[in-house]
């Protein structure tokens, strides 16, 4: 079973970066699809981006697409956000989340391992 831990989260100014990192144990990343979610309080979990498993495929969200990047590093079993431009409406738990079936999917309901979260805040 796939554990996953997310890490890097903090408090920025808006135009500030920061990079998100996912770690996961307990089986070979390189089978798993990832994807990128955030909840900001008293919303929807909405999904912010996913790579597939061999890192050939990603996708974005148009209200990051130019700002984020997906990436990942399957020696060191960890997938990557970049997070550049940050905005105050960036704020929210990320989650980073894998699916068994390699590909880059959108639905939450595609996951199965998911991980406890890292909290961002943008503010000034």
């Known amino acids: 079973q796939l554990q996953l831990v997310e890490s890097g989260g903090g408090l920025v100014q808006p135009g500030g970066s920061l990079r998100l990192s996912c770690a996961t144990s307990?089986?070979?990343?390189?089978?798993?699809?990832i994807g990128w979610f955030r909840q900001a309080p008293g919303k929807e979990r909405e999904w912010v981006s996913c790579i597939s498993y061999s890192g050939s495929s990603t996708n974005y969200a148009d209200s990051v697409k130019g700002r984020f990047t997906i990436s990942r590093d399957n020696a060191k079993n960890t997938v990557y956000l970049q997070m550049n431009s940050l905005k105050p409406e960036d704020t929210a738990v990320y989650y980073c989340?894998?699916?068994?079936?390699?590909?880059?999917?959108?639905?939450?309901?595609?996951?199965?391992?998911w991980g406890q979260g890292t909290q961002v805040t943008v503010s000034s």
């Open positions: 307990g089986s070979t990343l390189y089978y798993y699809g």
């Open positions: 989340a894998a699916r068994v079936q390699g590909m880059c999917i959108r639905t939450a309901v595609a996951y199965t391992y």
